[in-house]
T-cell receptor, first 112, second 112 residues
């Protein structure tokens, strides 16, 4: 059974700091991995999608990497801002049902 | 604008009173799913559909029904809601393999 773990569960950093969020999964047979952002009580906003054949994806200050063999992905946020404060979720898509299997998230607070 | 639209955004109802949460996407996506999000349990899949008239159970289907008569719509039906179905519900859609998911804004349901 595929399990997705995110570490740390919560993170508080001063504005301007570069940071890394971690995601690990137990079964390397995945199709894709997707990172989302969720603001309190709101919906999920897709940040980056990494297909199984890719190693990384970049969008603005965000960079996500994927290492299928070790079952790990990282989300790198450069020059963090208070507006980056949110919960970050990673999800893997494993089989033909194309179901997303989510981690429990990392709650990020960027202090001004 | 490409989007997944859920209605209503908020709903308070009484035990046993049938209700439907609507979901519509304008991206011609084949895959659609319903998830519920609960504190400490994360996001769990309720039902999914890989195309018109093709639906299947997710991880927590008990107490829910779905239908996919048109490609764009995927309503979630609670025939006899109970308090343990109080949750935040999300509809999501995707083209399928190789593509990520787009989520709706969520429906916060309270059953009293």
């Amino acid at each position: 059974k595929q399990e997705v773990t995110q570490i740390p569960a919560a993170l508080s950093v001063p504005e301007g700091e570069n940071l890394v969020l971690n995601c690990s999964f137990t079964d390397s047979a995945i199709y894709n991995l997707q990172w989302f952002r969720q603001d309190p009580g709101k919906g999920l906003t897709s940040l980056l999608l990494i297909q199984s054949s890719q190693r990384e994806q970049t969008s603005g200050r965000l960079n996500a990497s994927l290492d299928k063999s070790s079952g790990r992905s990282t989300l790198y946020i450069a020059a963090s801002q208070p507006g980056d404060s949110a919960t970050y979720l990673c999800a893997v898509i494993r089989d033909s049902s194309y179901k997303l299997i989510f981690g429990s998230g990392t709650r990020l607070l960027v202090r001004p | 604008e490409a989007q997944v639209t859920q209605n209503p955004r908020y709903l308070i109802t009484v035990t046993g009173k049938k209700l439907t949460v609507t979901c519509s996407q304008n991206m011609n996506h084949e895959y659609m799913s319903w998830y519920r999000q609960d504190p400490g349990l994360g996001l769990r899949q309720i039902y999914y559909s890989m195309n018109v008239e093709v639906t299947d159970k997710g991880d927590v289907p008990e107490g829910y029904k779905v239908s996919r008569k048109e490609k764009r719509n995927f309503p979630l039906i609670l025939e006899s809601p109970s308090p343990n179905q109080t949750s935040l519900y999300f509809c999501a859609s995707s083209y399928g393999q190789g593509y990520g998911y787009t989520f709706g804004s969520g429906t916060r349901l309270t059953v009293v």
